[in-house]
């Protein structure tokens, strides 16, 4: 639209120049050249057009060259009617019939005035054209700034705290918790379960992230004897709440109340591992580890294994939000578990 309007304006303009400049020729011919010359310079002086002829000579030409073409050729054309050199040849008169003349001259300003009327009309659209793209433009800064700030409103529900995760300085994750875990139920029952715990203000998804878990083998290698299972991209850990991770061969009562479920089998001497993708660990500091805890002979603990937990016991977190990543320090043995799930406490 607005490249219409300028080059509909463009041509309205082109259309005035060739009017005014064959209107200069035709007063020429009448011997009216002052007159010409002087409407085209009060036109491009009431019309502010200053690149009028430029238009359609393809050369701008500013207002102030503009005097200095028209303003000495008005006073010249005037010199030379007054003097005998501007005198037409007595002998071979030229016959210009003055009503006819002013008829023509009267057409050829009228239709000039509707050319600026209609100048006039696109102006004043281009104007109101810009201004609205100027209002558009506002309107989507004004949005893309509310896009942004919700971007960085969702960004922040997962907080980056600052912490040693896994034995390592490097990483800036959100901090959660492995808070307690139990490996067997009383009289044998395979009974296993890992439960997460969110110290922080806001909910944090665990989308992308994994649980993995590592047995002891000798050496300690983590190509052997070790289980992975994805996070749903569903899956949260509310503010200052809990995620519980259930074996499939649980008893039911512990399945209903699972926020997942999952294949593996704890037992002695295991390390269970929360990561920040999918992708197995390279190694027992890996980067992308949140938490880990080890217990008896385990592998690749936090400083040093927790104790393994008898049957129907469980080892869980001193102190709920405390991770001083060391295992030991940690984690203690715990006489009753208390597995919670993700509901409001």
């Known amino acids: 639209m607005h490249k219409f309007l300028s080059t509909s304006i463009l ?14 020729f035709f007063l020429i011919g009448s011997q009216k050249v002052s007159d010409g010359l002087s409407y085209i310079y009060n036109f491009s002086k009431i019309s502010n057009v200053s690149n009028l ?41 030229i016959v210009i019939n003055s009503n006819d003349t002013q008829e023509q001259i009267d057409d050829i300003l009228e239709r000039i005035d509707l050319l600026r009327k209609q100048l ?3 102006q004043a659209a281009e104007i109101l054209t ?31 705290i600052s912490y040693s995760g896994g034995g390592s300085s490097n990483p800036i994750y959100s901090k959660i ?13 395979k009974e296993d379960w890992v439960e997460l715990y969110n110290p922080n203000s806001v909910t944090v998804s665990l989308a992308n992230w994994s649980i993995q878990k590592h047995s002891k083998s000798d050496p300690c290698s983590i190509n052997t004897s070790f289980y992975k299972k994805n996070f749903s991209n569903d899956s949260v850990v509310p503010a200052k709440g809990f995620f519980l991770v259930v074996g499939t061969n649980a008893d039911d009562s512990l399945k209903n109340i ?26 027992g500091n890996d980067g992308d580890i949140v938490d880990k805890v080890g217990f008896g002979l385990a592998c690749f603990p936090e400083t040093s294994s927790a104790l393994n937990p008898l049957d129907g016991k469980s080892i869980e977190r001193k102190k709920l939000d405390q991770d001083t990543d060391d295992n030991s320090a940690d984690f203690r043995i715990s006489d009753e578990p208390t597995p919670k799930d993700s509901s409001p406490i």
């Open 130 to 160: 810009n201004q609205n793209q100027a209002q558009i433009q506002s309107q989507n800064q004004a949005q893309n700034k509310i896009i942004l700030t919700n971007q960085t409103q969702q960004n922040n529900s997962l907080p980056i």
């Open 258 to 283: 699972a926020n997942m479920t999952i294949g593996w089998s704890l037992s002695e001497n295991n390390t269970v591992y929360l990561m920040r993708n999918q992708d197995k660990i390279n190694d």
């Open 53 to 93: 002829f430029g238009a359609s000579l393809t050369s701008e030409i500013t207002q102030s060259s503009l005097d200095e073409l028209i303003l000495p050729n008005v006073a010249q054309s005037q010199d030379l009617q007054n003097s005998d050199v501007a005198e037409i040849d007595e002998q071979n008169p």
């Open 11 to 24: 041509a309205i303009k082109i259309i005035i120049s060739s009017i005014l400049i064959y209107l200069v």
């Open 120 to 122: 006039a009309d696109l």
């Open 177 to 189: 918790l492995i808070s307690e875990a139990q490996i067997a139920g009383l009289i044998g029952q």
